[in-house]
């Protein structure tokens, strides 16, 4: 089975930074995704790990640890418009399959 | 965009009722997925299709059915809509260059009665 999980909701300042974790139990794993999804859209792709490590892209890092179970995504010098949800999803290693988490809704406030 | 359309955007309809979604791709890729997104469940795979006449089942299958007779387009069948099936529905594809990341389409919003 599969057992993905982030907090519900977070809010931060415009420019501060925010920290979404993301823990996972899955029967597999071939590589964790982070997708924004404003609201009344479709989600779109931010950054993928597969290593443990930080990727880095921006504005926006992605962080991996395998032996953990455990991934985030740090938001720095947020801005309104990153105001979204924010979907941890990972990949069946046999069928390539994404199992999502709930998602965290963030809220940047001026 | 990666060439994703999906139709209708918005159905209403009542309990009951057959109801066929579509996704159409312009990219000829081989992996499709039909998702339903609700509060506080986030995304859920229904089904998913590998190629023409390929497919699988995901982990909320019951209630509906899928076909896929073109590379192009991958049809989501609701059997007899139920109100359970209220939901925001997206259409994905495997395309990413780099990481074969999913795209998806933006999404029809259906409300059974």
């Known amino acids: 089975g599969q057992n993905i999980d982030q907090p519900t909701e977070m809010t931060a300042t415009e420019g501060a930074i925010v920290q979404i974790n993301c823990t996972y139990q899955?029967?597999?794993?071939?590589?964790l995704f982070w997708y924004q999804q404003h609201a009344g859209e479709a989600p779109t792709f931010l950054s993928y790990?597969?290593?443990?490590g930080l990727e880095e892209k921006g504005r926006f890092s992605s962080f991996l640890s395998r032996s953990k179970g455990y991934s985030y995504l740090l938001l720095k010098e947020l801005q309104m418009k990153d105001s979204a949800s924010y979907l941890c999803?990972?990949?069946?290693?046999?069928?390539?399959?994404?199992?999502f988490g709930a998602g965290t809704t963030v809220t940047v406030r001026a | 965009d990666a060439g994703i359309t999906q139709s209708p955007r918005h159905k209403v309809t009542e309990t009951g009722t057959p109801v066929t979604l579509r996704c159409h791709q312009t990219e000829n890729h081989r992996y499709m997925y039909w998702y339903r997104q609700d509060p506080g469940h986030g995304l859920r795979l229904i089904h998913y299709s590998y190629g023409v006449k390929d497919t699988d089942k995901g982990e909320v299958s019951d209630g509906y059915s899928v076909s896929r007779s073109k590379t192009e387009d991958f049809l989501l069948t609701l059997e007899s809509a139920t109100s359970s099936q209220t939901s925001v529905y997206f259409c994905?594809?495997?395309?990413?260059?780099?990481?074969?990341?999913?795209?998806f389409g933006p999404g029809t919003r259906l409300t059974v009665l």
């Open positions: 899955t029967s597999g794993f071939n590589g």
């Open positions: 999803a990972v990949r069946d290693p046999n069928d390539y399959k994404l199992s």
């Open positions: 994905a594809i495997s395309a990413g260059d780099r990481y074969n990341e999913q795209f």
């Open positions: 790990n597969v290593l443990d």
